[in-house]
C-alpha cells in the first residue's frame, strides 16, 4: 500500500524557516516524481514545487523561488521541503504527492494526509 | 502562466442526478488534464488523468472529456458519497496550476 507521510508542520513567525518531511512507503520511491501542493485554509489547491526521479531537476512556483527548496533522499525514500523567509501567506495545509512517472509533467496519484503550517507572530 | 477556469463553482444537486463540471485552459493543453475529489479535511484523491482516463478503483459513473482548452467531469448518477469539491489541473507545463474547485452541494 502506498503511503506518504508529511511532518515537521507547526507555527513559525514570519521571515523564519522550517523544513518539511515525507516518509514514502509502499512503492519504489527512487522511481518517480515526487510535488509539493500546498492549500491555504478554505482555499483551492496550489502547486508549488516538484522534483524528478533522480533529484537532477527541480521546478518551482514564481509564489515560492527563492524561497523554498525542495530536495529528497531516495536511499531513506523521504522528500523534503525547506522553506525560508516565511511569509503569512504561507499559511496552508502542505501536501506531498506522488507523480505516476519519473520525469516530466505530473498528475499525482497519492497525496499525503498533509501537514499544517502557520506563519503567524 | 496557463490559467485554469472551472464552472459552476458551486452547484447543488440530488442523489441519482446526471452533474457536469467544466474546466477551460487559458492555452491549449492538449489532453493534459487530471480531475481531482477533495472531501473536507481530506487529501485529493485523483478520478481521471489525460482527460478522459478513469483511475484505478474510481467507479465508472465518473467520465472525463475534451482536449484543447476545453474539458469536462461528469458524474452520471450522483451517490451520496460523491458530495465533495472537485479540481482540474493541468499537466501540460510548469508551473502545474489547478482550477479554483467546484463544490457539489446536497440539493
Known amino acids: 500500500e502506498v503511503q506518504l507521510v508529511e511532518s515537521g508542520g507547526g507555527l513559525v513567525q514570519p521571515g523564519g524557516s522550517l523544513r518539511l518531511s515525507c516518509a514514502a512507503s509502499?512503492?519504489?520511491?527512487?522511481?518517480?516524481?515526487m510535488s509539493w501542493v500546498r492549500q491555504a485554509p478554505g482555499k483551492g489547491l496550489e502547486w508549488f514545487s516538484a522534483?524528478?526521479?533522480?533529484?537532477?531537476?527541480?521546478e518551482y512556483a514564481d509564489s515560492v523561488k527563492g524561497r523554498f527548496t525542495i530536495s529528497r533522499d531516495n536511499s531513506k525514500n523521504t522528500l523534503y521541503l525547506q522553506m525560508n523567509s516565511l511569509r503569512a501567506e504561507d499559511t496552508a495545509v502542505y501536501y506531498c504527492?506522488?507523480?505516476?512517472w519519473g520525469s516530466g509533467v505530473q498528475f499525482f496519484d497519492y497525496w499525503g494526509q498533509g501537514t499544517l503550517v502557520t506563519v503567524s507572530s | 502562466d496557463i490559467q485554469m477556469t472551472q464552472s459552476p463553482s458551486s452547484v447543488s444537486a440530488s442523489v441519482g442526478d446526471r452533474v457536469t463540471i467544466t474546466c477551460q485552459a487559458s492555452q491549449g493543453i492538449s489532453s493534459w488534464l487530471a480531475w481531482y475529489q477533495q472531501k473536507p479535511g481530506k487529501a485529493p484523491t485523483l478520478l481521471i488523468y489525460a482527460a478522459s482516463t478513469l483511475q484505478s478503483g474510481v467507479p465508472s459513473r465518473f467520465s472525463g472529456g475534451g482536449s484543447g482548452t476545453d474539458f469536462t467531469l461528469t458524474i452520471s448518477s450522483l451517490q451520496p458519497e460523491d458530495f465533495a469539491t472537485y479540481y482540474c489541473q493541468q499537466a501540460n507545463s510548469f508551473p502545474h496550476s489547478f482550477g479554483q474547485g467546484t463544490k457539489l452541494e446536497i440539493k
Open positions: 509502499g512503492f519504489t520511491f527512487s522511481s518517480y516524481a
Open positions: 504527492a506522488k507523480s505516476p
Open positions: 522534483i524528478i526521479s533522480s533529484a537532477d531537476s527541480t
